[in-house]
């Protein structure tokens, strides 16, 4: 494709014009940089879904082929409910590469948003979020757990500058500011040492030492009387403000003795520059959904507490002041900072495009921006998982929110009450950890549990017909598998809260009182038969319990020696010809029945399944790059030839029946993989936007695909 689209420049805002963000084409072949860039132009209902759809997986397009590209991108039409676009997307031609051999039938998106701008990638975890501005350029920088700092340009989301390697271990905090015209980055930590860095060349410009008896565990920046200063909150319990310029010349700073700070921020109030910090009443009160604390603010001027946010001449506090506070300030100086506090629930901020405080909240799955001043809420709140920093900026005038989780790019959201675009079919609202596949009265159903506390049902056929949500568990789903019980179907399930549930698949409720027994989370169910009888065999994580129940009569079974089963090695447990087996990750099978080893062990580790294929007990292996085998496990025969392709660790494997031929699947990290296991030949791959936590294959051949917070239905193809 040409590059016709700016990235930057006055012809930005009409670069969609014409339709073209809701040409397939363009959306797949078109050059990742220049279609992020042109979707801001995007109007009119249509055109708006396109770009939400386009930028749900934008970190994932800028480094990838148009194929993949096709595959992510009729997925999230998918998931946005617009399957229209998702067949037109999946039918789109793309060089050198031949038919996916799934298309999408139907997914979830519940973790959609529209807001969503793009995701910037980042080598490690993120410790510490900032924002500047500079010649009107707004910048995002990202500390991270390898001792990195990274920088992107907010307008296009592309790469700003030279990776700084501060080769002191990890970020814990993080401050940005303007000195000399440049962007620098403020960075401080347990080594006592205030380092500052020029963001453009990656280089080291000034450090200071913090204090030999104590260190800054929060950051932040601000301007007093038109100069930059850094502003930390150290473990002795006193706020510290040094003269960014004069930095290295080890200047006293102002010396502001607040008590224990949980979090800290600067702002603008009554023109004056302030510091915001935020206390609990003892370490380790804060509610950590609310983030509940107390505020209070310091002028940086004068060094004295605010009693009101109204009444900048409170009562002075004790402070060592090293300059002249007797210039007022002019209600110029506005920066944006954000620290976390109380590590992984709340955030404190100020909004650059505002004159008042803001504050951002985080729970499990939602962000929160709030008006301090009103104390009411800024626009909806923005689906996320798991934040552990943030920060607040401004970008195309409206306020705007970076999030980083603990697993992930950084996020950009766009927070004004532009019109959320909601997807049609929404599901679990924390991440699916166990997956399953069941017939009843002819209509295939999937049945899911997720971090959200809840297990779902799923009409395969339609999902519009049949979306049950159970809800019962205490905790986070960890387990679920069916059985048939008395000729009826049931749903088995374990959760974080040490109980296993037992529901009626077709009646939708749950059937008597939780089994107990366990006193850590249940991870592992297998259901089985036992002296004729449908049976149950449940493990907790801690490797410290197995218990096997008669789920006739949901009597725990006694007398059975439960210490192999117990053993770490055990990576999983199946059935061999209705007997309970355990599999180590070698592979070798256990006999819980016999208590003794069957079958010949796999010649390769990393056990993944194991399942019934073609009347054959079979083995499935995937080891690191090594590729993933097929094993008979009566005669420990290779059944066919390395399965390869994947280039990581594989972490799920199924076997099942796809037109007529046998076949093998495989994910790991965001990748599925398919075989014919009859030949070994690599039949096609998907891509998917987050990690691949279940497969489950149906009878009919179709795959059930638990990534994230989402599943997909996968169909055929050919």
């Known amino acids: 494709?040409?590059?016709?689209?700016?990235?930057?420049?006055?012809?930005?805002e009409v670069a969609a014009a014409g339709g073209r963000s809701t040409d397939p084409g363009w959306l797949v072949h078109g050059d990742p940089e220049l279609v992020l860039a042109g979707l801001d132009g995007a109007a009119g209902q249509e055109e708006m879904l396109a770009a939400a759809v386009y930028r749900t997986s934008g970190h994932v397009h800028r480094d990838a082929g148009a194929g993949v590209r096709r595959q992510l991108l009729a997925l999230d039409a998918a998931r946005y409910g617009n399957r229209d676009l998702a067949r037109s997307i999946a039918r789109v031609a793309v060089r050198q590469e031949t038919d996916d051999p799934w298309v999408v039938q139907?997914?979830?998106?519940?973790?959609?948003?529209?807001?969503?701008?793009?995701?910037?990638?980042?080598?490690?975890?993120?410790?510490?979020?900032?924002?500047?501005?500079?010649?009107?350029?707004?910048?995002?920088?990202?500390?991270?757990?390898?001792?990195?700092?990274?920088?992107?340009?907010?307008?296009?989301?592309?790469?700003?500058?030279?990776?700084?390697?501060?080769?002191?271990?990890?970020v814990p905090t993080l401050a940005t500011a303007v000195l000399d015209g440049r962007p620098v980055a403020v960075t401080g930590g347990s080594d006592q040492t205030v380092r500052v860095w020029d963001l453009a060349q990656g280089e080291l410009v000034a450090t200071c030492p913090a204090d030999e008896d104590s260190w800054v565990k929060l950051l932040t920046t601000e301007l007093v009387e038109g100069r930059p200063v850094v502003v930390g909150a150290c473990v002795d319990d006193a706020v510290r403000v040094w003269d960014l310029a004069t930095l290295s010349q080890r200047s006293e700073p102002l010396t502001l003795h607040t008590g224990f700070v949980s979090a800290l921020a600067t702002a603008v109030l009554d023109g004056r520059p302030v510091a915001v910090t935020s206390h609990s009443a003892e370490l380790g009160a804060t509610d950590l959904i609310t983030g509940e604390e107390t505020l209070r603010v310091w002028d940086l001027m004068t060094g004295r507490e605010f009693d009101a946010l109204d009444d900048p001449h409170g009562p002075p506090v004790r402070a060592d002041l090293p300059y002249d506070p007797t210039v007022e300030g002019d209600g110029e100086a506005r920066h944006c900072a954000s620290l976390d506090l109380n590590a992984q629930a709340h955030f404190l901020v100020t909004d650059p495009a505002s004159e008042c405080p803001m504050a951002v909240s985080a729970n499990a799955y939602e962000v929160h921006v709030w008006n301090l001043s009103t104390r009411e809420q800024v626009g909806r709140p923005a689906a996320a998982m798991f934040v552990e920093t943030a920060a607040v900026t401004v970008l195309h005038d409206r306020p705007a929110v970076l999030a980083a989780s603990a697993h992930g790019p950084v996020e950009v959201w766009d927070l004004p009450t532009l019109r959320q675009l909601l997807p049609s079919l929404t599901g679990h609202e924390g991440a699916v950890r166990g997956t399953a596949t069941a017939v009843v009265k002819g209509c295939h159903l999937a049945v899911t549990g997720g971090d959200d506390r809840s297990v779902r049902i799923w009409d395969l056929d339609d999902e519009r017909?049949?979306?049950?949500?159970?809800?019962?568990?205490?905790?986070?789903?960890?387990?679920?598998?069916?059985?048939?019980?008395?000729?009826?179907?049931v749903i088995v399930t374990g959760g974080s809260d040490t109980r296993v549930r037992i529901w009626d698949l077709g009646g939708k409720v749950q059937l008597g009182e939780p089994l107990t027994g366990h006193t850590a989370a249940v991870d592992l169910l297998t259901v089985g038969t036992m002296d004729g009888r449908p049976t149950l065999l449940t493990r907790d994580d801690r490797h410290e319990t197995v218990r096997i129940w008669d789920l006739t009569t949901r009597?725990?079974?006694?007398?059975?020696?439960?210490?192999e089963y117990t053993s770490p090695s055990i990576e999983f447990f199946a059935t061999v010809d209705g007997r309970f087996v355990g599999v180590t990750g070698e592979g070798r099978v256990w006999d819980l029945t016999a208590s003794r080893w069957i079958g010949v062990q796999p010649r390769q580790r990393g056990a993944l399944a194991l399942e019934t294929l073609e009347d054959r007990s079979v083995i499935l292996t995937g080891h690191r790059a090594e590729g993933v085998h097929l094993w008979d496990l009566t005669t420990g025969e290779l059944l066919a030839p390395p399965l390869t392709g994947h280039t990581g660790a594989v972490r799920a494997g199924a076997t099942g029946t796809l037109d007529g031929r046998p076949v093998v699947v495989a994910g790991g990290d965001r990748t599925v993989w398919m075989w014919d296991a009859s030949t070994g030949q690599q039949d096609g791959a998907y891509t998917f936007p987050s990690r691949i936590r279940g497969l489950a294959m149906v009878p009919d051949g179709r795959l059930v695909v638990g990534f994230g917070a989402d599943i997909a239905v996968l169909t055929s193809g050919r």
Not at 107 to 124: E, K, N, Q
Not at 474 to 487: E, I, K, M, Q
Not at 555 to 563: F, K, N, V, W, Y
Request: proline share 4%; net charge positive.
């Open 465 to 489: 017909k049949t979306h049950s949500r159970l809800t019962g568990h205490a905790g986070s789903v960890t387990g679920v598998t069916t059985a048939v019980v008395d000729g009826r179907c």
């Open 106 to 170: 139907w997914a979830t998106g519940s973790g959609l948003d529209s807001r969503l701008r793009y995701a910037l990638p980042v080598p490690a975890k993120v410790r510490a979020l900032a924002t500047v501005t500079v010649e009107g350029r707004g910048l995002a920088v990202a500390g991270c757990e390898d001792g990195t700092l990274h920088a992107w340009d907010l307008a296009t989301g592309s790469r700003y500058g030279k990776v700084v390697s501060s080769r002191s271990g990890a």
């Open 1 to 12: 494709m040409s590059g016709e689209l700016p990235s930057s420049g006055p012809d930005r």
């Open 555 to 563: 009597e725990e079974l006694h007398g059975r020696s439960t210490s």
